[in-house]
Nanobody, 122 residues
Framework: VQLVESGGGLVQPGGSLRLSCAAS????????MSWYRQAPGKERELVAAITSAGGSTYYADSVKGRFTISRDNAKNTVYLQMNSLRPEDTAVYYCAARSGVYSRIRSNYPYWGQGTQVTVSS
């Protein structure tokens, strides 16, 4: 199983980034996918999640209306479109996978990517 995130970088406040997570080694279309983030000195937190077929999504209150999670099961890839970025969005962003429905409990995800750094600063 491999999850590889990309798309992170340095962006000014108010800017946008699109993260991608390419999956391999498992039946992607049967897995719920989530994006977590971890800022320095803070716990890893759930940002967004999407069901295996993409029909249902979850967003943390802090990103609602600004971030959009989506997936392309033909490409085995999940995305996180981040708009109106704020300095407090600065963190390492991780994608995670679990069979079945998504969970808000971090320990329920057996598969994790290595993370991609997002820095929002002027």
């Amino acid at each position: 199983v491999q999850l590889v995130e990309s798309g992170g970088g340095l962006v000014q406040p108010g800017g946008s980034l699109r993260l991608s997570c390419a999956a391999s080694g498992f039946t992607f279309s049967s897995y719920a996918m989530s994006w977590y983030r971890q800022a320095p000195g803070k716990e890893r937190e759930l940002v967004a999640a999407i069901t295996s077929a993409g029909g249902s999504t979850y967003y943390a209150d802090s990103v609602k209306g600004r971030f959009t999670i989506s997936r392309d099961n033909a490409k085995n890839t999940v995305y996180l479109q981040m708009n109106s970025l704020r300095p407090e969005d600065t963190a390492v962003y991780y994608c995670a996978a679990r069979s079945g429905v998504y969970s808000r409990i971090r320990s329920n995800y057996p598969y994790w990517g290595q993370g991609t750094q997002v820095t929002v600063s002027s």
